[in-house]
């Protein structure tokens, strides 16, 4: 669901990176006076998981598309609503900016599309509002199931909406519309079962992690570290070789819609602006090395143009150097920003 700069407007980019820094700025002030000591770790090993688990975009049955985990419903579900947030901003800037995954102009649609609704709405209205607090196996089921339905499906919509709101693309609203609900339905489906099963590890595991505010002890916050640490690098290095290399739910929804799976970049102005700076910041774009810098003997497999980590469709699993290396740099990157973030306003809140 990552939106490339060619689909936004100046107006609609500007507005939405606004909004999105907004709600990270009001996050950041909500933390001040609640995150508790654990909350800065914990932010950097989570988004380095969720990172690692966007990696890998699983088939949907009967449509020739794929999806992959949003997490922002399982980042809210862990850490807190304001945190996941936080932590969301950081994966998506890491992508755009080391990977070219969604444009720099995209970045604050792409913020609100992940990180707002599902946790400022589904998370605290759909998920809280049917799990509960101390949820059994049923309820946390349906809460989970049905949150991340809610989330993908608004997310999918504010896509939609910024896409038509900017003017300059060729996709039709009600075309593009109808495409982009229904494939985004079966995403949600698989984040709300994933969402369910890490809150019950965590829950039957350590479940003061989940007092959002609260201080976990030191033997319980390791665990939950080395946990996430531990999937998010088996994630990002070797699952990443699995990921279907079919188009995601935006690719395939656009190219229904239109014969594209991309639009195209203007060639100058702002969003081609971007495009350059993005062309020199982005080291291993495409979650691979750039062609022709493999290198003698390299095992990798390369990857589809625009498309997720999966390599050649004709070679699976795509073994591929440079998957895994995007995995472990990417992982890394997001444990050090989201970290920092979180260390920074603990500091912050330490001063009288």
Same mark, same amino acid.
């Given at each position: 669901?990552? &939106? =490339? ?49 966007? &990696? ?5 049955? %009967? ?29 998506? +800037?890491? /992508?755009?900016?080391?990977? *070219? ?10 913020? !609100? ?28 089921? =349906?809460?989970? &199931? ?14 939609? +909406? /910024? ?9 039709? !609203?009600? &075309?593009?519309?109808?495409? %982009? /609900?229904?494939?985004?339905? *079966? ?15 965590? =829950? ?6 989940? *007092? ?41 929804? %656009? ?11 203007? +060639? @100058? ?8 700076? /993005? ?69 912050? @809140?330490?001063?009288?």
């Amino acid at each position: 669901m990552h &939106m =490339a700069d060619a689909l936004v407007s100046s107006a609609v980019g500007g507005a939405m990176w606004a909004a999105s820094a907004g709600l990270a700025g009001y996050s950041a002030w909500k933390l001040k006076g609640e995150a508790a000591e654990s909350r800065a770790p914990l932010m950097g090993v989570l988004g380095a998981f969720v990172f690692a688990a966007q &990696m890998v975009n699983f088939s949907i049955p %009967m449509t020739g598309s794929s999806g992959h985990l949003g997490g922002g419903l399982i980042l809210a579900v862990l850490l807190g609503p304001h945190a996941a947030f936080i932590v969301m901003f950081s994966i998506l +800037a890491v /992508q755009a900016l080391f990977f *070219a995954d969604g444009g720099l102009l995209a970045l604050g649609c792409n913020a !609100f599309n992940l990180g707002f609704w599902p946790c400022f709405v589904a998370y605290p209205l759909v998920f809280r509002g049917i799990a509960g607090r101390e949820p059994g196996r049923g309820r946390l089921a =349906a809460g989970s &199931m049905a949150a991340g339905i809610v989330s993908l499906q608004l997310g999918a919509f504010g896509v939609v +909406a /910024q896409t038509a709101a900017s003017g300059i693309s060729d996709l039709p !609203f009600g &075309m593009f519309l109808l495409l %982009m /609900q229904p494939i985004h339905l *079966a995403i949600g489906v698989v984040e709300g079962a994933v969402t369910a099963a890490l809150f019950s590890f965590v =829950a039957k595991a350590r479940p003061e992690i989940l *007092a959002h505010g609260a201080e976990p002890g030191a033997g319980a916050l390791r665990l939950v570290l080395a946990a996430f640490a531990v999937a998010a690098v088996v994630t990002g290095g070797v699952l990443s070789w699995f990921a279907s290399s079919l188009p995601d739910g935006l690719e395939w929804s %656009m190219f229904k819609a239109s014969g594209k799976e991309e639009p195209d970049v203007p +060639a @100058k102005g702002i969003r081609s602006s971007l495009a350059g700076i /993005q062309e020199k910041t982005a080291v291993l774009p495409d979650y691979g090395f750039r062609p022709g810098a493999e290198g003698p003997g390299s095992m990798d497999a390369g990857t589809e143009a625009g498309g997720p980590p999966g390599g050649d469709s004709a070679a699976w699993p795509a073994i591929s150097a440079g998957t895994t290396l995007s995995g472990l740099v990417g992982g890394l990157a997001v444990l050090v920003l989201a970290g920092l973030a979180g260390f920074c306003i603990r500091f912050i @809140k330490r001063r009288p």
